[in-house]
């Protein structure tokens, strides 16, 4: 004898009783697994992979930036860094914003016998401050060279001239940019060239190891 069919409407309602019966054991699984379970992990930061270098306690040394000319001053902690540069002067001359180094060979300009030509390099700081280092081409021994140091300001604006004055005082150079990388020699040790000498921007800031250990002077 074949059985009896269920009516349409009692198989709906098995169906939906199902569902609902399978929902809530599903849920009840849910709710037994640990926290967390889901989450997907997250790829690990920069940010992350130091604070595991440094350990979970977060200590860290203080930040160190480089000063004066080159990299050639000794760090110091940001906090010094950033009360310097509330006390830093408005830059005086927009192509010395920055550091910079410029290097020429100047051929004998006194009458004197037996003088030599030399190479000069010069870097000039946005502190207004200014070292040189002249090798005297004759005689290239390092024992001979010669280190100065002093304050550069502006003296023309169009187009833009610097003087260099030492420490006592005494005017060292004169000179004028043809542009940002080129520095025309007006005046050298008070002597006015018959021909024009230039000096020109290095890729690198010459510190003048020479001078390292003095004190850096203070130029308004």
């Avoid at 914003?97 to 004197?112: N, Y």
């Avoid at 140091?149 to 004028?176: F, H, Y």
């Amino acid at each position: 004898m074949p059985s009896p069919r269920l009516p349409i409407s009692t198989l709906s309602c098995c169906k939906i009783a199902g569902a609902a019966l399978l929902a809530l054991v599903v849920a009840g699984c849910a709710q037994q697994q640990p926290a967390g379970y889901y989450s997907v992990q997250h790829d690990t930061t920069a940010a992350d992979a130091q604070q595991n270098a440094q350990g979970r306690d977060g200590a860290r040394a203080p930040s160190q930036i480089q000063l004066g000319f080159g990299n050639n001053q000794p760090a110091r902690p940001i906090a010094a860094e950033q009360a310097a540069q509330q006390e830093e002067p408005v830059i005086k001359a927009r192509p010395l914003a920055e550091a910079r180094t410029f290097l020429g060979t100047v051929p004998c300009l006194s009458a004197e016998a037996g003088c030599s030509a030399t190479r000069i390099t010069l870097t000039l700081a946005p502190s207004g401050e200014w070292r040189s280092r002249t090798v005297f081409l004759d005689n290239p021994d390092p024992a001979n060279n010669i280190a100065q140091q002093g304050c550069w300001d502006v003296i023309g604006t169009r187009p833009l001239r610097i003087i260099l004055v030492q420490k006592n005082e005494a005017s060292m150079a004169n000179l004028t940019f043809l542009n940002d990388n080129v520095l025309r020699i007006n005046m050298i040790n008070d002597i006015q060239p018959r021909l024009e000498h230039r000096l020109t921007r290095q890729a690198d800031v010459d510190g003048i190891d020479e001078i390292t250990n003095k004190t850096p002077l203070q130029c308004d």
